[in-house]
Each structure stands twice: as structure tokens, then as C-alpha cells.
């Protein structure tokens, strides 16, 4: 029987190969595992990058919120100053002092020649003036709660009674539909 014989001749350039293959393939996981790590830090500088941003943004929109509420509070200091000031047929009140004092007042003016005042809310309470047709009174503000529906002729309006105060400076309660904020005739009303 022949023995066979190995011929070393082809490995040993296999050998080197493989060695050669091997030592490329640490370093090259070597310089992957380094990049890795490059790979990191730029990661976590662009998140921090985000942050601060996100941070100066908010800080910016605070800024800005604050400027527009110092704004709206000046806007509302110059009406309230501007609500101050006298309005025509505004009573103004002088004292010795320099002090303003404004009195508003609201008119409403008779829509109805001959218009009863009465002391209280009501067609049975006594008369204590008649007004003419678009006299002037002051609205003291008083309106009654309920709403009444009065004859008046050829109408039926339905309004509150309203407390007003005269020239005079009585005070007394006038039927609502027979006063107005405009100066105008109630029609289809027959006075006595």
C-alpha cells in the first residue's frame, strides 16, 4: 500500500491567509467599535443641541407672553383712564379740592305725550308728575322684575315698570314702554 504524502507546499499560504484574515478582521472591529462611540457623542450633542433649542424657544414664548400681557394691561389702563373722562350730558361734580368727580348718567326720554309718574310700580299707585312728549329723565337703574302688559288704546305693550328721577329731582316709577333711549313717538296710544 502507497502512503499518501501532504504536500505543505499549499498549507502553508493557507495558513498565512487565514492569519492575515483574522488580524483584518480585529482591527476592523476595533475601528467599528471606536466609530460606535463617535456615533454616540454626536447622538447625544444633537440631543443636547435640541434641548437648549427647545429651552430658548420656551423662553422666548414666555418673553413674548409677558410683553403681550404688559400690553393688554396698558390697552386697559388707557380705557379705564379714556371711561374717566366726561361724556356729553354727563353731570360733572366739582369739590374744592383739584379732584374730578364724574357722575354718569343714562336719559331716557318720554315716548309718550302725557306719560304718567307714579310713586310705586304700578297703575294703582298715586301720579306725582306727567311728562310731555320727549321730556328728558335720569334712569336711576331700578327696573322691576316682572313684566306687564298695560292698555294703552289702540296698543298693548308689554315692558317692566322703570324708576326714573326728574328736573325736580323727585324720584318716581314710569310704565317701560313709555321711555326710550331715542327720541320717537309711541304710536296707536290714547291718552286721557
Not at 6 to 17: D, E, G, K, Q, S
Not at 43 to 71: F, L, W
Amino acid at each position: 500500500m502507497a502512503t499518501k504524502k501532504t504536500n505543505n507546499a499549499r498549507l502553508v499560504p493557507f495558513i498565512i491567509m487565514s492569519l492575515l484574515t483574522l488580524i483584518f478582521l480585529i482591527w476592523a472591529m476595533q475601528q467599528c467599535s471606536r466609530d460606535d462611540g463617535d456615533y454616540a457623542m454626536i447622538a447625544e450633542r444633537e440631543a443636547r443641541e435640541t434641548y437648549i433649542d427647545t429651552m430658548r424657544r420656551a423662553e422666548q414664548e414666555r418673553q413674548i407672553q409677558t410683553q403681550i400681557n404688559v400690553e393688554a394691561e396698558a390697552r386697559a389702563e388707557a380705557l379705564l383712564r379714556a371711561r374717566t373722562q366726561p361724556l356729553p350730558g354727563d353731570s360733572i361734580v366739582r369739590f374744592p379740592t383739584t379732584d374730578v368727580v364724574i357722575q354718569k348718567v343714562t336719559l331716557l326720554y318720554s315716548t309718550i305725550n302725557g306719560l304718567n309718574v307714579r310713586t310705586g310700580p304700578s297703575i294703582k299707585n298715586n301720579k306725582i308728575a306727567r311728562l310731555g312728549l320727549y321730556e328728558e329723565v335720569i334712569f336711576t337703574g331700578e327696573i322691576t322684575d316682572s313684566l306687564y302688559t298695560i292698555d294703552l288704546g289702540e296698543i298693548s305693550p308689554t315692558a317692566p315698570w322703570v324708576k326714573v328721577k326728574l328736573k325736580d329731582d323727585k324720584e318716581g316709577w314710569v310704565f317701560g314702554a313709555g321711555v326710550s333711549y331715542y327720541k320717537f313717538q309711541l304710536k296707536g296710544v290714547i291718552t286721557d
